[in-house]
């Protein structure tokens, strides 16, 4: 099973709204990752944990807020979002490189969260 | 700057066609060579992937051609169907944390 979940499909919410993206692995990945991606381009890295620690910050604006509960959960808070942080958000997930017996590269991307802010 | 660059931007093709797409890198710290098939409003799938140490894989109807020399890599799909009509993104990797960089994408169109 290489399946990540993402919750909402789809959001729609206004520049001074709160709310939360959600993503889910069963894949015992130590690895999660969020990425935006804008219509015709490539996925955008934002947010990387490793072991539930943030590892990587790829200087996103602040009012993208990522939490990472549990190895199997990882969110992304919106607060004060602009009309141009419309894209689909995806989520994914890597088992991560534990050392040369357990080399594993593969990274498996969840459907996206269509993001629309008015 | 693109670490990955990938062409042609757009692909059209004869069904039972052989479409071709190129990529190609600098950094020689990348160690693993994935390509994402990505149908629209959907996430980007891992479809095939190559390592360096490999000239050419083959899954089903899909081949991978690496040449490390010329630091470039190409997807080739085979008996092409207009079910493959989608966004094809190469990417390389590196790091402890499976870093990947992605190309800029291709679409191809697959014409019945």
């Known amino acids: 099973d290489t399946e990540v979940t993402q919750t909402p499909k789809h959001l729609v919410m206004g520049m001074t709204n709160k709310k939360s993206l959600k993503c889910e692995q069963h894949m015992g990945h130590r690895a999660m990752y969020w990425y935006k991606q804008k219509a015709k381009k490539p996925p955008e890295l934002m947010f990387v944990y490793s072991y539930e620690k943030l590892s990587i910050n790829e200087s996103v604006p602040s009012r993208f807020s990522p939490e990472c509960p549990n190895s199997s959960l990882l969110n992304l808070h919106l607060h004060a979002l602009q009309p141009e942080d419309s894209a689909l958000y995806l989520c994914?997930?890597?088992?991560?490189?534990?050392?040369?017996?357990?080399?594993?590269?593969?990274?498996?991307f969840g459907p996206g969260t269509r993001l629309t802010v008015t | 700057q693109q670490q990955v660059k990938q062409s042609p931007q757009s692909l059209i093709v004869q069904k039972g066609g052989i479409p071709i797409i190129n990529c190609a890198y600098e950094?020689?710290?990348?160690?693993?060579f994935p390509w994402y098939q990505q149908f629209p409003g959907k996430g980007p799938a891992l479809l095939i992937a190559?390592?360096?140490?490999?000239s050419e894989k083959k899954e089903g109807r899909f081949t991978i051609s690496f040449n490390k020399s010329a630091k470039q890599f190409s997807l080739h799909i085979m008996d092409s169907q207009p079910g493959d009509s989608a966004t094809y993104f190469c990417a390389a990797v590196w790091g402890w944390a499976n870093n990947l960089f992605f190309g800029t994408g291709t679409r191809l169109t697959v014409i019945p």
């Open positions: 190559i390592r360096p140490d490999v």
């Open positions: 950094n020689t710290a990348f160690d693993y």
């Open positions: 994914a997930s890597s088992q991560g490189r534990v050392g040369r017996e357990g080399l594993n590269y593969e990274q498996y």
